[in-house]
């Protein structure tokens, strides 16, 4: 996939370019849509700050969670926001030209699936499809604690599974899918991710020990400067990361928390190579909210 690269900064226009201009910050404000394995997030972001433009609204991933019903949802959310222009959307598993190849703790039906044109048929918009990981470290690396870091950057993101985002230079190796390395003849996941946390029951200190042993792991093979912990336990942050005694790398918590995926996917819809934003969808939908005020 194309780099994530933002469109140029065009706010030098002169008088005579008022539409351009106008085009422009329509362009920069885009739907993000964050697919996860319990829920499915959304929110318009301003790309330029990284900021929501309103209320995140959650809906709790359909079970099983099939491709039509993920769709379904897709529909709901941006009939919701009455969206129509750049639409970005997170896949919890490897994404290649809008094409899911995996999907670890999802439906197997989505393997092989062109998710990219089910999802913009169902959002009568063009989407840009991409993994979850890579989008939450796409959104740090621009707004969070990546910002400046020229060096390798591990963003690994603890929940369900385990996702990562390889970073050199602030450019993304897009599906790394560090999650599934084997440590003790185990896929790394399903000893390490929040999910193995409370499926077997474990204290902060076992599990410390397990993301300990895992991301020493991660070292060994590709020496990365700073290692960004994120996912929904990253709010807990203080019971775990202090615990990290292994690694030589700086560990910090991500800083946009259970946005980063919703900003990375907004992101993605406008970076260079992102479909043409036109179109609209026009179903009716209703659905809760939640998440921070803009
Ligand atoms: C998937 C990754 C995903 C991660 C976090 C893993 O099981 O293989 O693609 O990024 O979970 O959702």
Known sequence: MPSLEILPNTTHLGEGTKRARHEYSKAMHALGIDIGGSGIKAAPVDVATGKLLAYRQKILTPRP???EAVAAVVKQLTTSFDWSGPL??????VVVEGVTRTAANLDPAWIGLDAGSLFAEAAGNPVRLLNDADAAGVAEMTFGVGVGEVGTVLMLTFGTGIGSALFT????VPNTEFGHVEIHGHDAET?????AKELHDM??????G????YLQHMEALISPQLIIVGGGVSKQAQKWVPRLRGIRARIVPAALL???GIVGAAMASVSRGAPDPSGASDAAASSGRDGQPP
């Open 65 to 67: 969670a099939l491709p």
């Open 88 to 93: 970005g959307i997170t896949f919890p598993g």
């Open 169 to 172: 230079e602030g450019i993304l």
């Open 191 to 195: 000893r390490a991710s929040e999910h």
């Open 203 to 208: 204290s902060w200190g076992k599990w410390a």
């Open 210 to 213: 397990r993301v300990d042993e």
């Open 258 to 260: 259970n946005d980063a």
